[in-house]
């Protein structure tokens, strides 16, 4: 449990079995009031792709969801809950750069905190939702960074996606993959994949 203001996060901690840590990432959920947690299959194996690139992963609960305490904040809770989780990461990793990886929901609250905290030097979302959030922060986000989405995402139109991708800093990578949809039902070893070959290919400081 990670303590978060006035309520406690339920958390999973794993590394990688083999090598020496390369850095460490927080992982963050889909929405809340949508069944989103951290055990989530599309960030369960963003965790996994983390640590096959020699990151520890952290995966929380945002409050109000499983064991987590409080109620769902409409994102301004959560942001809180993403700064306290990145502390408590980086009390346990002081040595170590820090990254962040959220997915729909978890990357439009994810995101911005990342943006604007000096603590996290690199950034993947995963179908982010801009047809239901703001992501125009992005614009001005000079970190590393992956994002990730489906070209029949039900929540991000290619219309959508491809102003944000003319817009955004050569340090942002964008990737489309064909045929898959929000929840990447057939395509979640191909989300893997990328996220492995993103993190493997950081040199962070």
């Given at each position: 449990?990670?303590?978060?203001?006035?309520?406690?996060?339920?958390?999973?901690?794993?590394?990688?079995?083999h090598g020496v840590l390369r850095g460490a990432a927080v992982l963050c959920h889909p929405h809340p009031l949508h069944?989103?947690?951290?055990?989530?299959?599309?960030?369960?194996?963003?965790?996994?792709?983390?640590?096959?690139?020699?990151?520890?992963?952290?995966?929380?609960?945002?409050?109000?969801?499983?064991?987590?305490?409080?109620?769902?904040?409409?994102?301004?809770?959560?942001?809180?809950?993403?700064?306290?989780?990145?502390?408590?990461?980086?009390?346990?990793?002081?040595?170590?750069?820090?990254?962040?990886?959220?997915?729909?929901?978890?990357?439009?609250?994810?995101?911005?905190?990342?943006?604007?905290?000096?603590?996290?030097?690199?950034?993947?979302?995963?179908?982010?939702?801009?047809?239901?959030?703001?992501?125009?922060?992005?614009?001005?986000?000079?970190?590393?960074?992956?994002?990730?989405?489906?070209?029949?995402?039900?929540?991000?139109s290619q219309g959508s996606y491809s102003a944000l991708a003319h817009r955004l800093p050569e340090t942002s990578q964008?990737?489309?993959?064909?045929?898959?949809?929000?929840?990447?039902?057939?395509?979640?070893?191909?989300?893997?994949?990328?996220?492995?070959?993103f993190f493997s290919d950081l040199e962070l400081k």
């Amino acid at each position: 449990m990670i303590p978060a203001g006035s309520v406690q996060l339920e958390a999973s901690l794993r590394q990688p079995k083999h090598g020496v840590l390369r850095g460490a990432a927080v992982l963050c959920h889909p929405h809340p009031l949508h069944g989103g947690t951290m055990d989530n299959r599309v960030v369960y194996r963003a965790g996994e792709a983390a640590m096959t690139a020699g990151f520890a992963a952290l995966r929380f609960n945002f409050r109000g969801v499983g064991a987590s305490t409080g109620f769902f904040e409409e994102g301004i809770g959560e942001s809180e809950d993403v700064s306290s989780v990145i502390t408590w990461l980086e009390n346990k990793f002081p040595d170590l750069p820090l990254a962040l990886i959220g997915y729909s929901f978890g990357a439009w609250v994810g995101l911005q905190v990342g943006c604007l905290d000096p603590r996290i030097k690199a950034m993947t979302g995963i179908g982010i939702p801009l047809d239901s959030y703001d992501f125009d922060f992005l614009y001005a986000n000079r970190k590393p960074a992956l994002l990730i989405v489906g070209s029949q995402d039900q929540f991000c139109s290619q219309g959508s996606y491809s102003a944000l991708a003319h817009r955004l800093p050569e340090t942002s990578q964008v990737y489309t993959i064909n045929g898959a949809d929000h929840f990447f039902s057939d395509d979640v070893d191909e989300v893997q994949h990328l996220i492995a070959d993103f993190f493997s290919d950081l040199e962070l400081k």
